[in-house]
């Protein structure tokens, strides 16, 4: 094996220009998370994904419009709104690259999205899927049991039989706002079925991509709430916006929370 050194060229000691460096800020870091931000998150959260949910906004028709997300933009879209109400950072993992609020300038999609948190969300999403909560000590932190679990908190569905033909990758997200020994309350996006392929595929052909909210083929569905109730044989399931059941669900799920000082690296 042969060794090639190559030589670059060092700014001169003399060189006393400072050396300046383009960020993309989506919003600007004023501090560290430490636990303090870390129970407030966990209070806040109720609140937040009820405001989230019932929020209208005009598009640019003048069209009144609801938020729409799919199951892991949800999660998502909370955290990111959370972080930027207290000048906290972010750092999440995604299987494209890494995304921080305050970025060296220079990515592709720099230019495309507003220098906003609404900006850093289309971005992320776009690209960030339910099985990237499965990223262990880089996005999340494992839990053990549905003890465990506190008000932002996240439960994967991975242990279904979708998710057992897919090796245990998650493929729903749901948002705990509330624990307790009796009931789990939920809130979750959802999709409707252009998000399956081969749809997806004839729409990514026709330039249309139901993952990117910024588009009008997002596959994005209103905000859902249900609930967790613990009965003799396990934890019963109900949705409360649409009404569909299922007995003893709870155990297809696993648990995870977002792994929140690692953001700050």
């Known amino acids: 094996m042969t060794l090639t050194t190559i030589s670059a060229p ?29 129970n407030d998150y966990r209070k806040s959260v109720s609140a937040l994904a009820e405001q989230i949910r019932t929020e209208q906004y005009w598009s640019k028709n003048g069209v009144v419009h ?12 909370l955290l990111i ?12 993992v995604g299987g494209v690259r890494t995304y921080r609020n305050m970025e060296v300038y220079g990515q592709p999609e720099h230019d495309r999205y507003d220098s906003s948190m609404y900006g850093f969300a289309d971005m992320v999403e776009l690209t960030y899927g339910a099985p990237d909560m499965q ?14 679990l506190r008000p932002g908190d996240v439960l994967a569905l991975a242990k279904d039989l979708k998710g057992n033909m897919s090796r245990g990758r998650a493929h729903h997200i749901q948002l705990v706002v509330s624990a307790s020994k009796e009931a789990i309350n939920i809130y979750q996006g959802n999709s409707d079925d252009t998000i399956h392929r ?7 052909i026709l330039g249309r991509d139901g993952a990117d909210p910024a588009q009008s083929a997002y596959a994005g ?5 249900g609930s967790f109730y613990k009965v003799e044989n396990g934890w019963n399931y109900r949705n409360s916006t649409t009404g569909n059941t299922k007995s003893d669900y709870l155990k297809y799920f696993e648990f995870y929370r977002w792994n929140f000082m690692e953001f700050n690296n």
Not at 198 to 204: A, F, N, Q, S, Y
């Open 135 to 148: 990223r262990i000590n880089s996005n999340a932190i494992p839990l053990v049991n549905e003890d465990e």
């Open 10 to 38: 060092l700014t001169q000691k003399a060189d006393t220009r400072p050396h300046v460096v383009k960020l993309k800020v989506f919003w600007k870091t004023t501090r560290k998370w430490a636990d303090t931000d870390v």
């Open 81 to 92: 709104q959370y972080a930027e109400s207290k000048g906290l950072p972010l750092k999440l």
């Open 66 to 77: 609801s938020n729409r997300f799919t199951c892991e933009d949800f999660a998502v879209r």
């Open 221 to 225: 569905l209103p905000v859902e709430m």
């Open 198 to 204: 081969p749809i997806t595929w004839v729409k990514k």
